[in-house]
């Protein structure tokens, strides 16, 4: 099965900054990759799907890239409403997993 | 508007088996557009992938290899609703289940329900 390996596990940023969180897939995905932004006691919320297309009404501040094994999520100007917890989820195949999350902290 | 709404016991005993419903409205399960899938999130920690109904019409499912021996998806096409069932739970199970569909080939596009909070304990 793909693992999902994600860093970090906390970030701790400044409202203004730029960040970015790395997803490494154990084995090649393709662009089978998609970023979710949780919040506590909410439901995760898609923001990229397929590595780098930014879904309908997510602010173009966030960015994917990457295909095969390795992958980012870049937030190029931190807001006071991205302090949040981060997640990409792979779907090749038949097994989908998530990364460990990456919890944007306020610095 | 597509909604899917989890529905179960929000208490279960050690040993015994979880199982939950989601209701699905503004999509039809046998549309065949959609793969239908379960996750979960321990208090605290992340997001865990349980398994897929990958086709509704042919009902082919797949689970998460270290849930695999205990969990078990199936979608009930006449009251547009599919269904975990998960043995022998522990202490470890307690979590929120969310119920989630994919629109096939769009890698992650769908919809979640709003969780349930499933609690082991005696």
């Known amino acids: 099965d793909i693992q999902m390996t994600q860093s970090p596990s906390t970030l701790s940023a400044s409202v203004g900054d730029s960040v970015t969180i790395t997803c490494r897939a154990s084995q090649s995905i393709n662009y089978w990759l998609a970023w979710f932004q949780q919040k506590p006691g909410k439901v995760p919320k898609l923001l990229i799907s397929?590595?780098?297309t930014l879904e309908t009404g997510v602010p173009s501040r966030f960015s994917g890239s990457g295909s095969e094994t390795e992958f980012t999520l870049t937030i190029s100007s931190l807001q006071p409403d991205d302090f949040a917890t981060y997640f990409c989820?792979?779907?090749?195949?038949?097994?989908?997993?998530f990364g460990q999350g990456t919890r944007v902290e306020l610095q | 508007q597509v909604q899917l709404q989890e529905s179960g016991p929000g208490l279960v005993k050690p040993s015994q088996t979880l199982s939950l419903t989601c209701t699905v409205s503004g999509a039809s399960i046998r549309s065949g557009v959609f793969h239908w899938s379960w996750i979960r999130q321990a208090p605290g920690k992340g997001l865990e992938w349980i398994g897929l109904?990958?086709?509704?019409?042919?009902?082919?499912?797949y689970y998460n290899p270290s849930l695999e021996s205990r969990a078990s998806m199936s979608a009930d096409m006449s009251n547009n609703q599919f269904s975990l069932r998960l043995n022998s739970v522990t202490a470890a199970d307690t979590a929120v289940y969310f119920c989630?569909?994919?629109?096939?080939?769009?890698?992650?596009?769908?919809?979640w329900g709003h969780g349930t909070l499933v609690t082991v304990s005696s």
């Open positions: 989820q792979h779907y090749l195949g038949t097994s989908w997993t």
């Open positions: 989630v569909n994919y629109y096939k080939g769009q890698g992650g596009r769908g919809y």
């Open positions: 109904i990958y086709d509704s019409d042919t009902g082919n499912t």
């Open positions: 397929k590595a780098s």
